[in-house]
C-alpha cells in the first residue's frame, strides 16, 4: 500500500500489505497529532480503507476517487452490452447483436472523443437497442457531475441515481445502491475535487520500475527501490 502526499506527490508511506492492518499501521506510525492535520483523503471503493480513516482521521474529508466512480458505471454498462448482444443472438437477431458488438468503444468513451464512425455506431443504438442507450446516458450524466463539481454536479448525481434507481435495467440498479451507499463520499469529492491522480501517477511508475527490474524478489526490495527512485520517507516514518 502506498500513501501519497497530494501537496507534492511524493511517496508519504509505504508498506506491504493492502488491509485495515496496514491502514492502521500507517496511522500509527503518523501518531495522533499529525493525524489530526489531515484535510482530506482521497482513496477508491475499498472497504477496508474507509472506515480506519473515519476512526483515526474523523476531521479529513474522505473523497470518492472520480476515476473508479466513472469505472463502477463503464463495467455496469459493459454487463448490459454483453447481456444485450448474448439475448439478440439467442432470438436469432446476428445483425443487431453485431451492431451492439461495433459500438464497445462508442459506449465507453467520452462524447468529446467520439470518432464519426462511433457516432454513427452510437446512433445505430439509440435506434435499436433504447435500454442499452438509456444506460451509456445515465453513464455520461454521471461524468458530467464529476466534471461539473460543487452544487450543480450534485444536483445532477441525484439526478442521476434518482434515475437509475427506477431505470428497471438490473444491473445500473445494483449500481444506483452502489453510488447511494458512498453518496456522501462522492459529494465530498464534488465539493474538493481531490482524486486519486497523483496516487496512480505514481503508481505507473512503479509498475514501470517492476518491470524494468524485472520483478523483485521481495517486498522489501521493491519498497526500496521505490523510495530511491521517488523519493519519500522510510516506512517507519511519514513525511514531516
Not at 201 to 217: C, E, M, S
Amino acid at each position: 500500500m502506498i500513501v501519497t502526499n497530494h501537496d507534492t506527490g511524493k511517496v508519504a508511506w509505504i508498506s506491504q500489505g493492502r488491509d485495515q492492518a496496514t491502514v492502521n499501521a500507517f496511522f500509527d506510525a503518523l501518531g495522533p497529532e499529525r493525524a489530526a492535520l489531515l484535510t482530506h483523503v482521497s482513496a477508491d471503493g475499498a472497504e477496508w480503507i474507509h472506515p480506519v480513516v473515519a476512526k483515526r482521521a474523523p476531521q479529513a474529508d474522505l473523497c470518492l476517487d472520480a476515476f473508479h466512480i466513472v469505472k463502477w458505471t463503464t463495467e455496469k454498462l459493459d454487463e448490459l452490452r454483453t447481456r444485450t448482444a448474448r439475448e439478440l443472438r439467442a432470438a436469432g437477431k446476428d445483425d443487431q447483436a453485431a451492431t451492439i458488438g461495433k459500438g464497445l468503444w462508442a459506449l465507453r468513451k467520452k462524447p468529446t472523443n467520439l470518432t464519426g464512425t462511433h457516432k454513427t455506431a452510437l446512433a445505430d443504438i439509440a435506434a435499436d437497442d433504447k435500454q442499452l442507450y438509456k444506460g451509456y446516458l445515465l453513464k455520461e450524466q454521471l461524468r458530467q457531475a464529476l466534471t461539473v463539481k460543487g452544487d450543480d454536479g450534485k444536483r445532477l448525481l441525484r439526478g442521476m441515481i434518482a434515475w437509475t434507481h427506477r431505470c428497471r435495467i438490473p444491473e445500473f440498479v445494483k449500481l444506483a445502491k452502489t453510488l447511494s451507499r458512498y453518496r456522501p463520499t462522492i459529494d465530498n469529492t464534488l465539493d474538493h475535487a481531490v482524486s486519486n491522480g497523483r496516487a496512480e501517477a505514481l503508481n505507473a511508475q512503479v509498475n514501470a520500475l517492476i518491470t524494468r527490474a524485472r520483478g523483485f524478489r521481495s517486498a522489501e526490495a521493491l519498497i526500496a527501490a521505490i523510495h530511491f527512485a521517488h523519493g519519500g520517507p522510510r516506512p517507519e516514518t511519514p513525511w514531516p
